[in-house]
C-alpha cells in the first residue's frame, strides 16, 4: 500500500508563499513519475506539476515561474514551493503517483495512488 500524505495548505494573502508536503515511501520517490494536482472550489482537477523518477519536470504555464517542485530523499518528501500566490490558485492540492518512472502527461487517469490532499486559500 503507498503511502502518500500531503500536508501544508494555509490560507494567504495575494503574492505569498507557501510550501506543500508530500509523505510518501522512498521507492515512490526515487522510482516513480510523480505529480501535483489541484482542484479548485467547483471544477475539476488539473496537472499543476509532474517530476519523472529522474527528476524530468513539466509545468502547468499557469504556474511556470512561481512554482517548483523537489525531491528530498533523505526525509522521503516531494515538495511544492508556491509564490507569488493569486485567488487563481485556491483549491485542494493533491500529490499523486504514476508507477511508471517516466510521466505520461498531467491527466488524473494516469495516476494509480493519490494522497487526501491539502487545502490552499489566496485571498485577494
Known amino acids: 500500500q503507498a503511502h502518500i500524505v500531503e500536508s501544508g495548505g494555509d490560507s494567504v494573502q495575494a503574492g505569498g508563499s507557501l510550501r506543500l508536503s508530500c509523505e510518501v515511501s522512498r521507492h515512490i520517490l526515487t522510482d516513480t513519475c510523480m505529480a501535483w494536482f489541484r482542484q479548485p472550489p467547483e471544477k475539476e482537477r488539473a496537472g499543476v506539476v509532474t517530476?519523472?523518477?529522474?527528476?524530468?519536470?513539466t509545468y502547468a504555464d499557469s504556474v511556470r515561474g512561481r512554482f517548483t517542485i523537489s525531491k528530498d530523499y533523505a526525509t522521503k518528501i516531494l515538495y511544492l514551493d508556491m509564490h507569488s500566490l493569486q485567488p487563481e490558485d485556491t483549491g485542494m492540492y493533491y500529490c499523486?503517483?504514476?508507477?511508471?518512472?517516466?510521466?505520461?502527461?498531467?491527466?488524473?487517469?494516469?495516476?494509480?495512488?493519490w494522497g487526501q490532499g491539502t487545502r490552499v486559500t489566496v485571498s485577494s
Open positions: 499523486a503517483t504514476d508507477w511508471r518512472g517516466k510521466c505520461r502527461g498531467s491527466e488524473s487517469r494516469y495516476y494509480e495512488r
Open positions: 517530476v519523472d523518477a529522474d527528476g524530468t519536470t
